[in-house]
């Protein structure tokens, strides 16, 4: 990925447009239902042989309510509809930033949705165990989408400070996640 590019936001009555940035391919879908909250991975946008990540804008939140694209890589206008998304209703999974959870602790959500592995091999430690002092940039888990493995990383964006400890893990090694979900609580 070269760079993170914003979602483009309007109203329609209730429910929450989230638009593209530019013109490209459509990839990394989230699925009806997904919550969505300010400066979460919202897929990528190819263009020009690079792709770019796109967030969701600061102030946006709400659950996913339109249907997957037709294409694994759809391609899209600029200010075409990627997202529609519904109000959450008190009480019912509000978000409130990236990196916050329900019950007001840090936690490091999974950019997308597939298997997560906290070991680059089954014979290998992990990457990092409970206790251990997270960076920027530091890798802390594996995620296979369609047989392929993407490292997951410790960013310092969203509300997460620069340096955190991994207080506990929140999903078991080898689990199914959702794109959003918590991987792992942070003290800071």
Same mark, same amino acid.
Not at 9 to 36: K, S
Not at 91 to 107: N, P
């Given at each position: 990925?070269? #760079?993170?590019?914003?979602?483009?936001?309007?109203?329609?009555?209730?429910?929450?447009?989230?638009?593209?940035?530019?013109?490209?391919?459509?990839?990394?879908?989230?699925?009806?239902?997904?919550?969505?909250?300010?400066?979460?991975?919202?897929?990528?946008?190819?263009?020009?042989?690079?792709?770019?990540?796109?967030?969701?804008?600061?102030?946006?939140?709400?659950?996913?309510?339109?249907?997957?694209? =037709?294409?694994?890589?759809?391609?899209?206008?600029?200010?075409?509809?990627?997202?529609?998304?519904?109000?959450?209703?008190?009480?019912?999974?509000?978000?409130?930033?990236?990196?916050?959870?329900?019950?007001?602790?840090?936690?490091?959500?999974?950019?997308?949705?597939?298997?997560?592995?906290?070991?680059?091999?089954?014979?290998?430690?992990?990457?990092? =165990?409970?206790?251990?002092?997270?960076?920027?940039?530091?890798?802390?888990?594996?995620? =296979?989408?369609? #047989?392929?493995?993407? *490292?997951?990383?410790? *960013?310092? #964006?969203?509300?997460?400070?620069?340096?955190?400890?991994?207080?506990?893990?929140?999903?078991?090694?080898?689990?199914?996640?959702?794109?959003?979900?918590?991987?792992? =609580?942070?003290?800071?």
């Amino acid at each position: 990925m070269t #760079k993170d590019l914003e979602l483009l936001a309007r109203r329609d009555g209730d429910v929450t447009l989230l638009c593209a940035p530019g013109v490209g391919l459509f990839t990394e879908p989230l699925a009806p239902g997904a919550l969505l909250g300010p400066g979460q991975d919202a897929g990528a946008l190819l263009a020009a042989g690079r792709a770019a990540r796109l967030l969701v804008p600061h102030g946006v939140q709400g659950r996913v309510v339109n249907a997957l694209p =037709e294409r694994v890589q759809a391609p899209v206008g600029y200010g075409e509809v990627l997202y529609r998304l519904e109000p959450v209703e008190a009480g019912g999974g509000a978000l409130a930033e990236e990196g916050a959870d329900a019950a007001g602790g840090l936690v490091l959500p999974a950019p997308q949705t597939g298997r997560f592995y906290r070991r680059p091999a089954p014979d290998e430690p992990a990457y990092a =165990e409970e206790g251990a002092e997270l960076t920027d940039g530091a890798a802390v888990g594996l995620l =296979e989408v369609m #047989k392929t493995f993407s *490292q997951v990383h410790y *960013q310092a #964006k969203g509300g997460l400070p620069a340096r955190a400890r991994l207080a506990r893990w929140l999903v078991e090694d080898g689990a199914e996640v959702r794109a959003g979900d918590p991987l792992l =609580e942070l003290e800071a």
